[in-house]
């Protein structure tokens, strides 16, 4: 059974604590990405991974970390830095090329007070 | 602005109705995605339409793209509430690598 998996679905933290998104996918894709997905606003990239122990900043890296240590897990740190990380974040997959289109995970949504 | 802009923002439509949603976009493009979020759920993958294509068709949807007006509709035919949910088109071109950008999407609501 073939997919791509968040955890956990909700997930609450204190301010200045860092959290860490688990991203697992068994596609056997070689490329991954971080969406941070604001109420009734569309996809903003955080990090995209091509190939593993390689990636990218997208569009709001700042006060976000990643790694890619292994092809099917592409973890997110949302650190203290991030001055609003209250949000809901999607993790996705895709061929390398990215062109045929993205897996999505089901998304955490994670709140800091 | 993004490069994928939906119209309208939102929709409101009886059951059986059609729908229609539009993305425009500002720069050349590889191909164009439409994605459907239910709420508080993860995108799923619903149509690809290439450059190079004009229109496609898969069970009830119908998109169309006009590159020389930068511009693509999504088109429900026969709605049910079940499609209530956000509608998103995604742009992919080529800057170095592909590269994809999400529209703010579409917000439908089918009234049974």
């Known amino acids: 059974d073939g997919g791509i998996t968040q955890s956990p679905k909700y997930l609450f933290r204190k301010e200045g604590q860092n959290v860490t998104l688990s991203c697992e996918q068994n596609?056997?894709?070689?490329?991954m990405y971080w969406y941070r997905q604001d109420p009734g606003q569309g996809l903003r990239l955080i990090y995209y991974s091509q190939i593993v122990n390689d990636f990218q900043k997208g569009d709001i890296a700042e006060g976000y970390s990643v790694s890619r240590e292994k092809k099917e897990s592409f973890p997110l740190t949302v650190t203290s830095a991030q001055k609003n990380p209250t949000a809901f974040y999607l993790c996705?997959?895709?061929?390398?090329?990215?062109?045929?289109?993205?897996?999505f995970g089901p998304g955490t949504r994670l709140t800091v007070t | 602005s993004q490069q994928g802009e939906e119209d309208p923002q939102a929709l409101s439509i009886q059951e059986g109705e059609n729908a229609t949603m539009n993305c425009s976009y500002k720069t050349s493009i590889n191909n164009l995605q439409w994605y459907r979020q239910n709420s508080g759920r993860g995108l799923v993958h619903l149509i690809l339409?290439?450059?190079?294509?004009r229109e496609k068709h898969s069970g009830r949807l119908r998109v169309t793209l006009d590159t020389s007006k930068k511009s693509s509709s999504l088109l429900i035919t026969a709605s049910r509430a079940a499609d209530t949910a956000s509608y998103f088109c995604a742009t992919v071109f080529m800057t170095g690598g592909f590269k994809t950008i999400f529209g703010a999407g579409t917000r439908l609501f089918v009234k049974a």
């Open positions: 996705a997959s895709s061929t390398r090329e990215s062109s045929g289109g993205q897996y």
């Open positions: 596609l056997n894709h070689d490329a």
């Open positions: 339409i290439r450059s190079n294509e």
